[in-house]
């Protein structure tokens, strides 16, 4: 089969020809119909060492985690997936052993497989999964969007938990994961949206998925004091940029007692200026999050996207076939489109 590989700590992928992959007992193997392009993908695909040491297991490896596609194997004691059916995987495959397996926390496993970054992923015609990781797509989910839960899941429990409904949020860092913060807190309900990033082709996209104000942190580095005077402080901030300034600034726009989402990745050390102000005297919550959880996010993902209420037209900005990769991820690099999909 046709698959994109990462064979060294250089910049750039391969398209090989390598065997396809047989199921183990649990395993379920996939033809891919819509594979996506992440962040963390594209921290492989340049070798950005303090990202990728330690996530990933040995080379050559096939990167992607985001996809969708039709079961055509399965291994002989898999039990809730059949040949034939529409599924997802979860890029967390939990061992179902450990203590965070065992507490029902299976997406903070200790012994965790990572799905495109230490088990092979699915930028190739056929993907290989654990059962633990598959989920079955409901009735009329098409491929597409089926690719899309995972990413889309990562953003759920942060806008759940942060109870957008009638209140105030900052979305920074308009990447497609702060899309999908922004069209889920729309779709439930936010009173206003603030929506930050230095790509006004990015705010542009944020105003279309719900934002209701913009502000281009390139202009307005120090952009709480704008918040601050339109709102007099706010109620959320999803993080998604993973920047020290915009996390300060995040921290400074909010209401006492409230929270702060952390879902972007912080490249090395933060250091957060008057923490006795902004945390302990703000009573501010600062959560983590680590993609989905297994697999409650899954259902409300889904139901977002099959409701309509969460459109994947403003988030998914290009489709390119396996052999463009190279096309596929110095245009996902660039930051002129959003989510941009491999269909092998
Ligand atoms: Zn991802
Ligand atoms: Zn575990």
Redesign the pocket.
């Known amino acids: 089969m046709k698959a994109v590989v990462k064979t060294n700590r250089e910049k750039g992928f391969e398209l090989r020809d390598v065997p396809r992959p047989k199921p183990g007992l649990r395993d379920v193997v996939i033809r891919v119909k819509a594979a996506a392009i992440?962040?963390?993908?594209l921290n492989f695909y340049v070798w950005d060492k303090g990202f990728c040491e330690g996530l990933v297991g040995s080379f050559p490896f096939i990167p992607g985690?985001?996809c969708a596609g039709e079961v055509v194997e399965i291994g002989e004691a898999v039990t809730h997936v059949k040949l034939g059916d529409h599924v997802a995987f979860d890029?967390h495959i939990p061992c179902g052993h450990c203590k965070m397996c065992q507490l029902g926390k299976p997406h903070l496993c200790q012994d965790m497989g990572l799905f495109g970054h230490n088990i092979d992923g699915c930028f190739a015609e056929y993907a290989m999964a654990r059962e633990t990781g598959v989920r079955v797509l409901p009735e009329g989910m098409t491929w597409e969007q089926g690719a899309m839960l995972?990413?889309l899941g990562?953003v759920v429990r942060p806008v759940f938990e942060s109870e957008v409904g009638m209140s105030t949020v900052c979305v920074t860092g308009c990447g497609p994961i702060g899309q999908f913060a922004i069209a889920l807190a729309s779709a439930l309900g936010a009173y206003r949206i603030y929506a930050v990033d230095i790509n006004p082709m990015r705010l542009e996209l944020a105003r279309k998925n719900g934002a209701t104000d913009v502000i281009n942190s390139k202009d307005y580095a120090d952009f709480s004091e704008i918040i601050l005077k339109e709102t007099g402080g706010i109620d959320a901030v999803i993080e998604a940029s993973g920047n020290e300034h915009v996390i300060n600034e995040g921290l400074h726009t909010l209401l006492r007692g409230a929270r702060m989402f952390m879902v972007g990745n912080p490249h090395g050390d933060i250091t957060i200026k008057d923490p006795k102000r902004y945390i302990t005297l703000g009573e501010t919550t600062i959560k983590g999050n680590w993609g989905r959880s297994m697999f409650w996010t899954w259902d409300k993902a889904e139901k977002a996207l099959l409701s309509g209420k969460v459109n994947l037209e403003h988030i998914i900005t290009h489709r390119f076939p396996l052999e463009k990769f190279e096309e596929a991820f110095e245009i996902a690099l660039s930051g002129k489109g959003c989510k941009v999909l491999l269909i092998p």
């Open positions: 992440c962040g963390s993908d985690h985001e890029s995972e990413p990562v």
